[in-house]
């Protein structure tokens, strides 16, 4: 028997009712402890058998969830900041081949998105499917590894 129940046990129900209710409230949460230990010790060993699977479902799942942070680093890399186009950027060289920017167009869009107007939530939404695709095509190719054991 386990503890807690035997404490319950040592209690007469008739006097304290809750003490059984609290015992096996305690052994759940004494199996719940286990499963998410277990869990997480499989989990780590996955990850270090399969490091590029792992790195693409957690990294797929972080922009899927998140993806204004991945954003927000790229289009200020590429020039399209807050301030507009940054001179001598990757966006200042394709602005001057586009010429006049069309409204609604990529460029725009992306201009838009680096200012943090509209264009932010289509750019968002965009880097957002792509990262739960990357995490959804890695975890379905570790399912079928698994089925027809294969090793990735």
């Not at 289009?75 to 920017?101: E, T, W």
């Amino acid at each position: 028997m386990v503890p807690s129940r035997q404490l319950a046990a040592t209690i007469s129900p008739a006097i304290n009712p809750r003490a059984v209710a609290g015992a096996a409230l305690a052994d759940f949460g004494e199996g719940a402890a286990d499963l998410v230990k277990n869990a997480a010790k499989a989990s780590a060993k996955h990850a270090s058998e399969h490091p590029i699977m792992t790195a693409a479902i957690v990294g797929g799942v972080l922009v899927a969830v998140a993806p204004q942070l991945l954003v927000t680093l790229a289009l200020n890399a590429a020039g399209f900041s807050a301030n507009g186009v940054a001179a001598g950027s990757i966006a200042a060289g394709a602005q001057s081949s586009i010429g006049n920017v069309a409204a609604g167009s990529a460029f725009a869009t992306l201009q838009s998105a680096g200012a943090g107007g509209a264009g932010a939530t289509v750019v968002n939404g965009i880097i957002s499917t792509a990262g739960a695709s990357v995490a959804g095509v890695a975890s379905g190719a570790k399912f079928l590894s698994s089925r027809f054991k294969t090793k990735l």
